[in-house]
């Protein structure tokens, strides 16, 4: 356990021989010119027959000048909905840049027939910041270079709603580092 600019330490307990586990780590960049991380693992158990190089690793890169474009996309799941119906939408924030973004917001406005019912994404980092029935906003420390990340969100669609009513969903993203402001929104229509 941990924070800060020392060791971060976690206690894995028992681990199957052939399983892996998988951590994220997100830190902020205060340096100026060469970052380093570097893991090591260390076990209790008698016996170990691991080699000292096979039991850690280190990270190493250079700091570069901004070059964050970040864009959002959504999609539906489910298009056309019929009333008291749930639609599943996928709001995908990808990043073209060639450097790591700052904290991304991304934001949820659900039309006035939707109401939320719930969110997730298979993507380590994301929280909660605020919902209600018609608003979500979640945040993650940063979207990587060269690649996406994508949340999804449940909403249900009134018992009330009209045959041919159109429904408008709007999505946003922010980050202080984004260079490309202009394709931070995405509408859904249906």
């Known amino acids: 356990s941990g924070d800060g600019s020392g060791p971060i330490t976690w206690e894995m307990g028992t681990v199957e021989a052939g399983h892996t586990i998988q951590f994220d780590l997100f830190a902020q960049v205060t340096a100026s010119d060469v970052v380093t991380n570097t893991i090591s693992v260390t076990t209790t158990t008698a016996g170990d027959q691991g080699e000292p ?3 850690a690793d280190t990270w190493l890169n250079a700091v570069i000048l901004n070059d964050t474009y970040l864009r959002v996309g959504k999609t539906a799941l489910t298009n056309n909905p019929t009333p008291d119906q749930d639609i599943v939408f996928v ?3 990808c990043n073209d840049g060639q450097t790591a973004s700052s904290e991304v ?4 406005d659900l039309d006035g027939a939707l109401s939320l019912v719930n969110w997730w994404s298979d993507d380590a980092g994301w929280t909660e910041s605020s919902s209600d029935s ?3 906003v979640v945040t993650r420390p940063t979207i990587d270079s060269g690649a996406c990340s994508s ?3 449940c909403a249900h669609l ?3 709603a009209y045959l041919g009513d159109l429904l408008v969903n709007t999505a946003q993203i922010d980050a202080a580092n984004d260079l490309s402001p202009d394709d931070n929104q995405a509408v859904w229509e249906g």
Request: proline share 0%.
């Open 53 to 55: 190089w096979e039991k």
């Open 91 to 93: 709001l995908e924030v």
């Open 105 to 108: 917001t991304l934001s949820d």
């Open 134 to 136: 018609s608003h979500l």
């Open 151 to 153: 949340v999804f969100l």
């Open 158 to 160: 009134a018992a009330t």
